[in-house]
């Protein structure tokens, strides 16, 4: 075994297997698998080896349609059989709703190039002649999805990357990972150690043993999931005697399982409630290529439920209970990406979909080590997306992910478990005032508020659901009063130094403030010119050490941020940087009688003429001392951002909406912010702004300066700029019926998608039905007539001018 390599890769299943022929294949060939046992000793030798298409995700979405169709080529690549079975994926609906599900998740297929098709209950008949039809309402038909076998796609894609030069070293366990003094990863083994540049953690059911090995507690707890293997089902045997063709799988959403054929029999594999995590304080050293005892009880519903729906599963004993762990992370999407705060040290772990992610993720990681970003928009698998999260809630959110496998996946979902977990000084007064929770990278953050009587719950839908009128409330308050938004969860950073301005010059695209008290909206780039991270930065007064600079962020990128921040801060001490996000509470005053209100309480001139747009001011707010008045939010009104000191929270917050009383004051959620965004065409961080488009074509060229100097993407900006920006960034209108647009949705011209919605609602004050998104700037001109597919139907629609609230920013400046 050689004792230095390029990248290694820890783990020898599925997905470090993938890892390590993606790197090959881009021709980094110096690598090195090192697996404690034998390759798919882990979860992937007993997995079921399902090959699901459907994922309501944009880019897990695509990691799966990158599988499916590799997974076919690599036999004729490496003469290894996969056990490719090509059989579809039916997916049942008993109810409206479902059917709703699959309608959505169709407007993304289509957008990504996934071929699905509903149907009726008469087509699914002609699929499944076995089938028992009774309440089906019809399913959504993947003709391309199917099985495989997972020991031998793994075998394949290792066979290919020895080809190509790759290594793979079994039985060689890993004992630790180190830093040298020289930067390089130390991975030690008992038969030796390698020294290397890049190191890839893929170690499944030892995720957080490994991790442990360089200072990492990540979320990733296996879960037991069972599958039944029956025995011969005689009516399967004969209707497969009469030649026909091998049935499609069979999903039973709404009664939580799978179902496919195997050798005549079947394999039942339930999504049960109730199903434990394992392993939770690691791998005990018996375990080895193991499974659990069988839980029959457990799984009873489900098989009384097959019965009911495939009569002759009956017929067929049960062979044998396959219960095995299966890695999961707290939302059920894998994590891949970059380890935090540790340079060149990648995750690619908790796949509960492992065989499908396994050559998309490989792919995408390849992608990123070796070009330096992805090609795809990784955020919502990123590992940075938790924080730090405790064991025990990781165990209990694992254990909710598993059980929600087959729930409706509504687009405004709020998962139970383990909450309240993080919560503001002013958390109950909001929950008295009816409060329906949400909540974002841990953060408790109200929804929408309802009015006494009103049944504090969301009632989910694919549609215009409880909350809307509601909804349209809040908007019409701040629109038309003012109202009081909580948004603490923001994250927010200082640099200060006689470093800090040019450090972050080269960072971001746009000019870094000069004047105190002055705000710029700031993009940090991908090499790609896409936006990998959005800064409100403004100049504060000096500090001891230098220039100071205030920057707040997405709270749900705080991790991803500040990694960021911190990976690529100078080491001259040049530069202090300082998180002071949990130290500073947010709460966002706006409406035309906002400054009447700052007035009752601000020891501060805040005149128009003393307190213009896009600035700051450091003044005293009721009792509070100091609280940062920044004159910008995200609503399009005039207003402030008030960032205070945590502990005068309570304080302002009573204050506030005392002052406000005689204005009728009211409080709004964040459903009415994304309506009141809408409405201005701002962009969010992580849907409208991703690694997937560049900031040229999400429409910000105002926030860049070529002409500045260098910053990270501006090479690319310029080739863009010359060869000329592929897409444009719209604001369209859509004539809607009873349900509105929520992302993803394909833009339709003369029967071409040429366009894709990255957000989309209802805009309460402005009366219209909107979706933000990326069309092709051939098409892309204000008054075009156009279709975008709403669920099933595909409505009138049109490309209106950007900003239908206040264009002029008249409230803003007022």
């Not at 499944?128 to 076998?149: F, R």
């Not at 792919?363 to 940075?384: F, K």
């Not at 080269?506 to 959005?534: D, F, T, W, Y």
Request: net charge negative; proline share 5%.
């Amino acid at each position: 075994m050689k004792d230095t390599a390029r990248v290694v890769v820890v783990g020898g299943g599925v997905v470090g297997v993938s890892a390590l022929y993606h790197l090959a294949k881009l021709g980094w060939t110096d690598c090195m698998l090192l697996e404690r046992t034998e390759l798919t000793a882990g979860s992937t030798w007993h997995a079921a080896g399902l090959l699901p298409l459907f994922n309501m995700s944009y880019s897990v979405g695509q990691l799966h349609q990158y599988s499916v169709e590799l997974y076919k080529t690599l036999e004729a690549e490496t003469g290894q059989a996969v056990g490719f079975h090509e059989n579809g994926n039916l997916r049942l609906a008993t109810t409206r709703e479902r059917m709703d599900e699959y309608r959505l998740y169709s407007c993304t297929a289509e957008t990504i190039g996934v071929a699905c098709e509903l149907i009726g209950v008469d087509e699914i008949k002609k699929l499944w002649p076995l089938i028992d039809a009774d309440g089906l309402v019809g399913a959504l038909w993947h003709s391309t999805d199917g099985h495989i076998a997972p020991v031998d796609v793994t075998m394949a894609m290792a066979k290919g990357a020895r080809t190509m030069g790759a290594t793979i070293h079994q039985q060689t366990q890993v004992t630790a990972i180190e830093r040298s003094d020289e930067s390089e990863w130390i991975v030690k083994t008992d038969n030796g150690d390698i020294r290397c540049e890049h190191v890839i953690c893929a170690t499944g059911n030892y995720a957080r043993t490994t991790a442990r090995m360089v200072g990492l507690e990540i979320p990733v707890i296996p879960v037991e999931h069972q599958f039944i293997v029956t025995d011969v089902d005689p009516t399967l045997e004969e209707y497969r005697a009469t030649g026909a063709a091998e049935l499609p799988v069979l999903r039973d959403s709404d009664s939580s399982y799978y179902l496919r054929e195997e050798r005549m029999g079947w394999i039942l594999g339930p999504y049960e409630k109730g199903a434990p995590a394992c392993f939770v304080d690691g791998v005990p050293s018996t375990f080895e290529k193991d499974l659990f005892p069988g839980d029959l009880e457990r799984l009873m519903p489900h098989v009384e439920a097959a019965m009911a729906r495939v009569p002759s599963f009956e017929n067929a004993g049960i062979k044998d209970i396959v219960n095995g762990p299966i890695s999961y992370a707290p939302d059920g999407n894998p994590m891949v990406g970059p380890a935090f705060g540790l340079p060149n040290f990648w995750i690619s772990e908790g796949h509960s979909f492992g065989i499908t992610a396994a050559g998309g993720a490989g792919w995408q990681l390849a992608n990123w080590i070796v070009e330096g970003e992805p090609s795809v928009d990784m955020i919502g698998v990123d590992p940075r997306r938790f924080g730090v999260v405790s064991k025990n809630f990781a165990k209990i959110k694992n254990e909710e992910a598993y059980e929600h496998v087959f729930v409706n996946h509504f687009p405004m979902e709020e998962r139970p478990a383990a909450r309240p977990a993080k919560t503001t000084p002013i958390y109950h007064r909001l929950d008295e005032a009816g409060a329906v929770w949400g909540v974002r990278f841990g953060w408790e953050r109200p929804n929408w508020f309802a009015p006494k009587g009103v049944a504090r719950e969301d009632t989910y839908s694919y549609r215009r659901s409880n909350w809307f009128p509601h909804v349209g409330n809040e908007v019409k308050a701040m629109r038309e009063r003012v109202g009081l938004m909580e948004l603490s969860s923001f994250a927010k950073y200082e640099v200060e130094g006689p470093g800090a301005r040019d450090w972050l010059d080269q960072m971001v695209a746009n000019a870094i403030p000069k004047g105190i008290g002055r705000i710029n909206l700031c993009h940090a780039l991908n090499p790609s010119g896409s936006v990998r991270s959005e800064f409100t930065i403004t100049r504060m007064a000096d500090g001891m050490y230098g220039e100071r600079f205030f920057l707040i962020g997405p709270g749900a990128g705080h991790d991803y941020d500040w990694d960021f921040l911190i990976k690529s801060c100078p080491r001259d001490g040049s530069v202090f940087l300082k998180d002071i996000t949990t130290q500073f509470g947010v709460l966002v005053l706006a409406g035309p009688d906002a400054r009447k209100v700052m007035e009752k309480l601000a020891d501060a001139d805040i005149s128009n003429e003393a307190f213009p747009w896009l600035s700051m001011r450091e003044i005293p707010v009721g009792f509070c001392p100091s609280v940062r008045a920044l004159r910008v939010n995200f609503v399009g009104s005039l207003g402030w951002e008030l960032h205070h000191p945590i502990e005068y929270q309570l304080h302002l917050y009573d204050a506030i909406m005392a002052a406000g009383a005689e204005f009728d004051i009211g409080l709004v959620g964040m459903r009415a912010m994304d309506s009141m965004r809408l409405e201005k065409s701002y962009r969010l961080w992580s849907t409208d702004l991703n690694a997937e488009n560049s900031v040229l074509e999400a429409g910000l060229s105002r926030f860049v300066k070529l002409n500045k100097g260098q910053f990270t993407g501006r090479e690319a900006l310029v080739r863009q700029q010359e060869d000329g920006v592929p897409n444009s960034y719209c604001t369209i209108e859509i004539d809607a019926d009873d349900a509105d647009p929520f992302g993803n949705e394909p833009v339709f011209m003369d029967g071409e998608v040429v366009g894709r919605g990255t957000a989309g609602g209802y805009g309460h004050h402005v009366g219209k039905s909107l979706l933000l998104g990326y069309v092709k700037t051939e098409f892309a001109e204000v008054g075009r007539e156009c279709q975008v597919r709403v669920l099933d139907q595909l409505r009138p629609a049109r490309i209106i001018a950007e900003s239908p609230y206040d264009p002029e920013n008249k409230a803003l400046r007022g």
